[in-house]
Each structure stands twice: as C-alpha cells, then as structure tokens.
C-alpha cells in the first residue's frame, strides 16, 4: 500500500505543483503509542492536520498549500488510518516499504530515510519539508547540499550527553557524534523541552542558527474528568478496571488479588526500566513505608516494566500472575502489561500518588500527566519536571519535588503526603473540579499542555519561512549562551 485518500500514487505528488509537503517520519510510531517519542508523533501530527484543515482558505488564498504527507517503510498504523479518512484533503500517506523503493528496501534501516527524502524531493520538484521526529530518522549525507535546508531535526534529550547511568556506551557515542553533527550543519534543530535546549545549545559553540523548541504536550483524556473521592465508587472502578487489564477467568483466584489491594493506596511508577529511571529507590521506598506503617496497606503499581526488572523482583519473592497482571505481594508491587492512554489515564485517577525518581528527562510526562489527572507526584529534581509548573504555583503536598536519591528522604515523603488530609483550599477546589486537568491548568499561569498549542507555533513558523504568511508569533528564550534559542 503506497498512498491512502487524495495520494492515490506517486504520480499526484508530480501532479500538485502548488502544494508544499511536509513529510513526517512515522516509522518510530508504527505500533502505535508505546513511548514518549511515539505520543510526539501521534500528538503533533493529529494537531499538525487539524489546525491545517482549518487554515485551507487562508493558505488557498495565497495560491500556496502545505499538506502532510505521513511516511513510512510498510503499511500504516491505524492511527494513520483514521487520520486520513477524518482529514483527506490535509493528510496523505506515502510508504517506501517492500516494492516501493526497490534500490533502497536491502539498505540499512538507518539510510532509508535519505533515499525516502530524495525520491519526495524528485516526485514533487523538491517541494518538501522532512520533519525527523524522532533522534535517528533524519537522512544522512545532505549537509553539504540543499536538501540540509529541508530537514527539522527533533532532539528529544541530552540524557546521552549527561553522566548517567544506564545508557550503553555504543549508544552514546552514536547519539553524540549525529546530534552534534545536526546542530553543526543542519539550520532547523528542535528539541520538547527548555531543558535540553540549555545543554544542547552549549554543545556547538559555532552554531549560528537559533536552537527552537516545540513543545511536548499532554493528550486530552488525561484528567478530562473529575477526582473521585467517593470510596464506594472508587472501589467499584478500580476493581473494574482490573477486571478489565487482568483478563484472569479464575474468579476466586481475581477475587483473593483484589480484596487484598482494592482498599489500599496506590503509589504508581511509570516509565520504562532503565537505570537512570531508579524505580530501585521508589521500591525501596515503598518498601519501607509499608513495613513501618501497615495502617496505610500501600502497593507500589508498576507500569512499563520489562523482563529484566521482573526478573529482579523474582530473585526477591515468588510470584503470583493474575490474568496479565503480575503479583509480587511480599514486595508490595503489582505489575501491570502495557496500557492504552485511556486506561492509563484511568489508573491515574484511581490512585493516590505517583512517584518519579529519575535523575534524566528530556521532558517528563508521567508527572505531567499524573498532575493533570489530580494526582499527586513527587518527582527528581534538576530535570525537564522542574520546567512543568512554576515555583509555588502547586502546593508541595500535590506537587513535590527532591533533589536526592536516598531512598529513606523518599520514604519519608511518600509517608507524608499519603497522611496528609488534603483539607486545604486547593484541594477542596482540586476535588470540587468537573476536570482536574483545567483547575490545574488554570493554575499553571496560561500553559495549557495541549498539542495544538505545538501545531499552530509550528505552521506559523514553517508558513512564515516559507513566504505564506506575513506575521509570525515567536516568543525569545533568555539564555546565557552563543546559541540563540527560540520557542516556536
């Protein structure tokens, strides 16, 4: 299948003289939503089509139009799908997978994009603009040509470039040798957060162009409803809720599972298992909190983790599997599959805490989300987190940041917010809200976290460059650098 809707084959491409392509690299959310990387993806260019679809008249108008053409080296996702059968006019696939692109398909997966490119650039008179989303998925070899001028190269994190653990050397140094190779060549280089840009910035002190940030964003139906606060009702979900994730057809054997956890707190970790994430000081923290203080019946909810940390927590203790999930009760930990966004944002609203220990983030969206969802969080310091909401707009007691890895100053701190009464005005608000997301929003001073928010900052920028529009809305970042950075 090479296109879908109003690209019905690689004649069009010649065909539309008139129309501008941005094409975006799907390949890193083939299979849907499963990173952070892959949510960028999926986020920016459902808005990226949105916001397009509405602009059509103006940009008509101005004999110019910019439509995107989805990429990708095999079929497309369904989210594709769906995109394009809501936005024909707007959005077009093109795919260079097998009998596509016959001299590139037995290339390294790593030069598919540079052949991708340069087959658009000859289909449609090099009216193209590659966006690279992801770290790797920009083509090689252009720098000293034209084609650098149409390439936006996305870095989500400096993490390779920080000292930190659990990132393979090889890793590094690949990261390290291509990042800094696109902010030496490349003018468009973007990253999600101010964060990176800071590092990023210093790693080139030659470079002339400005360093833009687009921002990350939040998906709406995390914290579109309201904070259940009504015991009754919170245990009739959350019991639903693992019906539904468990899958277990073994009644008594789900309802011993149950009776056990559904009354507790619930303390969630989400992300994947790597070192720098230190899920190690959350479970010991956890650990601690529930051997001093059995009052509080608390179960530490793990969400992305892999064989290797389930592996780590059978050395420990045996384990029970309910369904898909996987029980590890002498731990306190339950260890859930992979979750939808939808059931993710669930579990937000069902639990009592969400704890963040990770000494590096390019942006962070657990906290954010758990934040939007009425959850509170404690997180690591000294990373993209911090960047998520001003200082003192939250109260500590929802929004806590440390800035240490021992796991007895986490302990201390889970005990405390888990005990505390949540009497104060902000959480009488918090749980009076119709949606916790627009009563936190409403607090974060004007940041509403929402993709299309990315999307128009985004099209202003590449219209105006392009000579589509006239005015461009841009907002200068203050840094202390050689490198101008801007928020776009």
Known sequence: MTNLSTLQNEANLKENSDIVWLAIDSRSAQSGIVSGISRFVIGLTRALAIELNKRNLLLQKNKKRLKILIVSKSEPSQWIIDLIHSYPDTVSFWSGGPGALQKSYDKPIWLWPTFALKRIQKLTSNHVIWLAPANFDRPLFISRNNMSSRV??????SIPFMPVKGVGFIFKRQFRFLVKRALSRLPYVSTVSNHSAKILQSLVKKRTSPLYVIGDAVDLHFGSQAKITDTDQLTILRKKFFEDVSLEKDS?????????????????GVGRNQKYKCWDVALQAVSKVASENNALNIWFIRIGSDPKEISSFLKRCPMKEIGRIKFFENLRTIVLPTLSDFELADIYRFSNLLVHPSVAEGFGLPPLESALSGTPVIYRTSTAVDQHFDSGVLPTNFWCGLDNGYSAIWAKQIEKILQDKKDSVFYKDLYKAKSTRQFIVEKANGK????????VSLLDWLLSDMGMVSKINKKTISIASNIETKTI
């Open 152 to 157: 936006i190269q996305v870095v989500h994190d």
């Open 252 to 268: 008594e054997k789900f309802n011993s599972f149950v009776e056990k956890i559904i009354q507790g707190q619930w303390i969630l």
């Open 448 to 455: 509403s976290f929402e993709w299309n928010e990315s999307a």
